[in-house]
């Protein structure tokens, strides 16, 4: 298993930097485009030495004296005897401790730990886990006992035996004994300071980088940086003094950093990075996103020489921060600012001022009345003033996506005469709009008026029909009731009258039965 320097980030510091020529643009544009493109480009650098993600392998380091990379698989502790199986082949004194341990008095080291003991000035460790007991059990003359260090530590320093250890996130800044600096990521190695001391600069934690990179404009968080000094001696008069030895960089999605050597340059995309070559330097850090900002142009004057003032609105996105650069530079801004006012600075100059007091504001009713002799101004902006912009824009390598003029300020005494007649005007506008605000509103009183008049009336002529509906029901029910009782009657009389009738014939058909003279007689009698 190899393990680099450089682990999978991008490293500047070997090889040469590609002059501009090696840069290639992708598919979407073209030199003889005259500044138009099929969509967004970005230029991207082809130099394997500068952006490689494999870095210098850290088994040249081995080359040096006494100096073991961890190997995984056998860890710190078979580094630790490698090293030491080095030090007793050139003859040297053994770092590894041979006393034994005990289980029932003494100092305790647990599995996981090493021992630390000053032999003479000299390192000896202790790696068995037990217990290692003190005088008169075990000969201690000359040596000193101080105390356990955990192996999975990062850095372990003691008496000039260095051992260092990062993880995937992390990266070790070394100055060698000839203070070359060289990075260690995910991974370590053990070395003994008896040809010159490895001195640990700084362990970065690279995703929490010190100082935060803000565009001064927008305010946008470009990405972070941080640097990492050594302090060495500079001989006579000069004392210690601090050096930059290496920049780690960390940015973000959809952002760049442009890197400078001599006047050469090359792009760095999102990601984590750093510099260890003192002749690279940042340049400084991009974008690709939109940006909006409204800007205030310096006076530009009119034809007629009147001075006016533009608050304008511009919205932007950076495609090839390497152009940007190349021409100076730091921001996008700054590009479209100088552009900007030297566009309008032309455009205004052929306008006189009664043509551009008549236009007060861009809307898209204006702007499409071309019928309109005032709308000169917007016109030449939307015209001359944007098409000029876009062209220009593309040469920085920024495509300009709006502009709008919010407002304009003229200044000096005619301005100020025609502002003062303007405003009269205006007031004149507001007063008589309000007049046939006040006069609508009452018309619109007397419609509502008539309007619940008219509801009124028809809810009086609903209530007299309903009234009337119901006494010409009721009549008709009277009638109705009346009829009914005069047939119920003439029945009952004609029924009773039949009932009369039945019961005379009844008994005159029993009288005529009667044989007997004497009965006879006597019904004859009762009937007189």
Not at 264 to 291: C, K, W
Not at 441 to 459: D, F, H, I, M, P
Not at 465 to 489: C, M, P, S
Not at 517 to 524: C, D
Request: proline share 3%; hydrophobic share 40%; charged share 25%.
């Amino acid at each position: 298993m190899s393990m680099s320097v450089a682990g999978g980030t991008t490293v500047v510091g070997a090889g040469e930097i590609a002059p501009y020529d090696a840069f290639k643009l992708h598919e979407g544009y073209s030199p003889d485009s005259k500044g138009k493109r099929k969509g967004p480009t970005e230029l991207t650098a082809v130099d394997e030495h500068i952006t490689h993600n494999e870095g210098m392998a850290i088994d040249d380091l081995e080359e040096r004296p006494f100096f073991v990379k961890i190997d995984p698989r056998d860890g710190v502790v078979g580094a630790l005897k490698k090293l030491d199986e080095q030090l007793q082949a050139k003859g040297e004194a053994s770092i590894l401790s041979k006393k034994e341990p005990i289980t029932w008095v003494g100092e305790e080291i647990t599995p996981g730990q090493v021992g630390l003991i000053n032999h003479g000035g000299l390192p000896k460790l202790l790696l068995r886990p037990g217990r290692y007991p003190g005088m008169p059990l075990r000969n201690w003359i000359a040596r000193e006992y101080l105390g356990t260090k955990t192996l999975s530590e990062t850095v372990i320093e003691f008496q000039g035996l260095v051992i260092v250890q990062v993880s995937q996130n992390q990266a070790a800044v070394v100055a060698d004994p000839q203070n070359n600096v060289f990075v260690i990521k995910n991974g370590g190695f053990v070395a003994l300071s008896l040809v010159g001391s490895y001195n640990i600069l700084a362990v970065i934690d690279q995703t929490h980088l010190s100082t935060v990179v803000k565009d001064k404009v927008t305010g946008a968080t470009l990405g972070w940086t941080q640097e990492v000094k050594m302090t060495r001696n500079t001989g006579r008069g000069g004392g210690d003094r601090e050096f930059v030895v290496a920049l780690f960089l960390n940015i973000p999605a959809n952002n760049c950093a442009i890197l400078q050597k001599g006047n050469d340059f090359i792009i760095i995309r999102a990601g984590q990075h750093y510099v260890v070559d003192p002749s690279v330097t940042l340049r400084g850090m991009f974008t690709f996103g939109e940006n909006q900002l409204e800007m205030s142009t310096k006076d530009i004057y009119t034809r007629d020489q009147v001075p006016v003032q533009l608050t304008i609105y511009l919205k932007w996105q950076l495609v090839e921060p390497l152009k940007l650069t190349t021409h100076g530079y730091a921001t996008a801004y700054e590009a479209l600012r100088d552009k900007t006012q030297s566009i309008l600075t032309q455009v205004v100059s052929h306008l006189d001022y009664s043509a551009m007091i008549k236009s007060r504001q861009i809307g898209p009713d204006m702007t499409d009345d071309h019928a309109d002799g005032n709308s000169a101004f917007l016109d030449a902006l939307r015209t001359r003033a944007m098409d000029d912009l876009i062209e220009a824009s593309i040469e920085y390598g920024i495509i300009l996506k709006d502009l709008a003029v919010i407002d304009r300020q003229f200044k000096g005494d005619i301005a100020a005469a025609m502002d003062k007649l303007t405003t009269r005007a205006l007031q004149a506008q507001v007063e008589a709009a309000n007049v046939d605000r006040e006069n609508s509103n009452s018309v619109k009183k007397e419609q509502g008026r008539l309007e619940v008049t008219r509801v009124q009336a028809q809810t009086k002529q609903q209530e007299a029909d309903a009234n009337a509906y119901a006494v010409v029901a009721a009549a008709k029910a009277a009638a109705e009731a009346l009829a009914i009782n005069a047939q119920a009657q003439a029945e009952a009389t004609r029924l009773a009258a039949a009932a009369d009738a039945d019961a005379i014939r009844i008994k005159a058909a029993a009288d005529k039965d009667i044989e007997d003279p004497f009965a006879r007689e006597m019904n004859a009698r009762r009937v007189e």
